[in-house]
C-alpha cells in the first residue's frame, strides 16, 4: 500500500535517534542498548562492549581498567571500560570541577 512502512525493532547493541530511521546504528565501545531503544547507556563498572553489542562481564582487570586497584578514576566518577583494554572518565559531578588529570 502506497505510503504504508513496517517497522522493526533496533536489535540489541543497536539504535535510531530519529523517527523514520532507515538503519540502525551501533552503540560505541563502552555503551549497550536493549532492542528499540533510542540511545545508547554506558556499561557498568564491572562490564564491557566492544560496541554494536550488549555489555558482558569483565574477564580480568587488563580487559576492565575500572575495575583494578587503585581506582582509576576520582571518587563519584564513573569510569567506563573501552576496548583494546582502556577506560574513560566521565564528567565530575556536581559541585566538583575537572582539573585535568
Given at each position: 500500500?502506497?505510503?504504508?512502512?513496517?517497522c522493526?525493532?533496533?536489535?540489541?547493541?543497536?539504535f535510531?535517534?530519529?523517527?523514520?530511521?532507515?538503519e540502525c546504528?551501533?552503540c560505541d565501545?563502552?555503551m549497550e542498548s536493549?532492542?528499540?531503544?533510542?540511545?545508547?547507556g554506558?556499561?557498568?563498572?564491572?562490564?564491557?562492549?566492544?560496541g554494536?553489542?550488549?555489555?558482558?562481564?569483565?574477564?580480568s582487570?587488563t580487559?576492565?581498567?575500572?575495575?583494578?586497584s587503585p581506582?582509576p578514576?576520582s571518587?563519584?566518577v564513573?569510569?567506563?571500560?573501552?576496548?583494546?583494554n582502556?577506560?574513560?572518565?566521565?564528567?565530575?559531578?556536581p559541585g566538583f570541577?575537572?582539573s585535568?588529570?
Open positions: 500500500t502506497p505510503g504504508s512502512s513496517l522493526s525493532f533496533c536489535d540489541p547493541g543497536k535510531a535517534a530519529s523517527t523514520g530511521s532507515a546504528e551501533c565501545g563502552g536493549t532492542h528499540g531503544k533510542e540511545s545508547c554506558y556499561c557498568h563498572e564491572n562490564e564491557i562492549s566492544g554494536c553489542e550488549m555489555c558482558r562481564p569483565c574477564t582487570v580487559e576492565c581498567p575500572c575495575i583494578g581506582r578514576c571518587t563519584g564513573q569510569c567506563v571500560n573501552l576496548p583494546s582502556s577506560h574513560k572518565c566521565l564528567s565530575c559531578p570541577q575537572d585535568g588529570g
